[in-house]
């Protein structure tokens, strides 16, 4: 079992950062490729970014190549979201996800453990 808890999450106006932070206990996280998603209210949850095992390969969204970046310490068993020039449209719930296979999967299904969310919240 993985336990995963988010934090980092706010509210940040129209061209601000935030880094969200994942905390993983219970197995370290260099066992898994490692994910953000996001939800929107009355939306989908929805792929933001993974990370390989060894964290040399990454894959983002469309929507955030080139503003988000994902990175993981496996000293402090931790994966973080930088988030840039961030937009009302980034408005969401963020969860982060732990997969047990060794491909970067887009789809919620093919994660095996979840964190409950942080929000945040993108002011125009």
């Known amino acids: 079992q993985v336990q995963l808890v988010e934090s980092g999450g706010g509210l940040v106006q129209a061209g601000g950062s935030l880094r969200l932070s994942c905390a993983a206990s219970g197995r370290t996280i260099s066992n898994y490729v490692m994910g953000w998603f996001r939800q929107a209210p009355g939306k989908e949850r929805t792929f933001v970014a993974a990370i390989s095992r060894s964290g040399g390969i990454t894959y983002y969204a469309d929507s955030v190549k080139g503003r988000f970046t994902i990175s993981r310490d496996y000293a402090g068993n931790t994966v973080y979201l930088q988030m840039n020039s961030l937009k009302p449209e980034d408005t969401a719930v963020y969860y982060c996800?732990?997969?047990?296979?060794?491909?970067?999967?887009?789809?919620?299904?093919?994660?095996?453990?979840w964190g409950q969310g942080t929000q945040v919240t993108v002011s125009s």
């Open positions: 996800a732990a997969r047990g296979g060794a491909a970067l999967m887009t789809g919620a299904t093919e994660y095996d453990y």
